[in-house]
């Protein structure tokens, strides 16, 4: 819970009208080492704390006033057409035809997936650990409402990207997300199309990263998303469940 202002408030607004609250600090500590040692216990624990949330989620599902996800719309009117205008930094061409064939797989399952409020940035780094005990999350400013299967594709990519390029952490990277995958599981078992649109979710994460990173005129992480997009469409066979 908040910790209360001075004058009883859950919160506080400045003089622009933005809202701060605080909270009391969490025990624990956030995991940063994704290959190492018991690496696949670690991701079943990730697995696991986002199921707990989303569970959590589901309690409040009647909850107003958050924004419907619309990812299919946001990567074909923002992010291809933010790509396309840049026309230097990344392949666009490749990138468009990655999203095509990925889009012809995820837009026919989209409606059968279970939609429901999602954190939207779930990543290890949000994650809060005590003794191997989840103890929280951060930032939950960029909660919507979208396919619960995101966040968990998420957690995964963000796993990914610290180990793509290094061929032995490629090559094992797989069993991890598998591993997180079953961890997520035990509380929210996946559907059948949500195991089929995984693929098609990963592509449009790294295509919602690549058009992010261009916003902000950093090519280089453009081009490591770029990259990484490249990876899944290579190995994509690994993601089958």
Known sequence: ??????????????????????????????????????????????????????????????????????????????????????????????????????ESELKPLYKELPQQLIHRDAHPSNMIFSAGRLTGFLDFEMVRRGPRVFDVCYCGSSILVEGFENSEKGQKWPSLFH???????EFCPLTASECLAMYGMFVTIELLFIAFWMDRHNKDAARTSESLLYWLATNRDALAM
């Open 179 to 185: 591993s997180l995958v079953r961890g997520y599981g």
């Open 1 to 102: 819970m908040p910790v209360t202002t001075v004058e009883g408030d859950w919160y506080a607004k400045n003089h622009n009208g933005k809202v701060y609250c605080l909270y009391p600090k969490l025990p624990g500590h956030v995991v940063t080492e994704h290959y190492a040692g018991d690496a696949e216990k670690r991701a079943l624990t990730f697995g696991q704390a986002i199921g707990l949330l989303h569970r959590c989620f589901q309690e409040r599902d009647s909850a107003n006033g958050y924004q419907e996800m619309e990812l299919v719309e946001q990567i074909e009117e923002w992010a291809i057409q933010r790509i396309r205008e840049d026309g230097t930094t990344v392949d666009a061409c490749t990138i468009e035809q990655i999203w095509q064939d990925a």
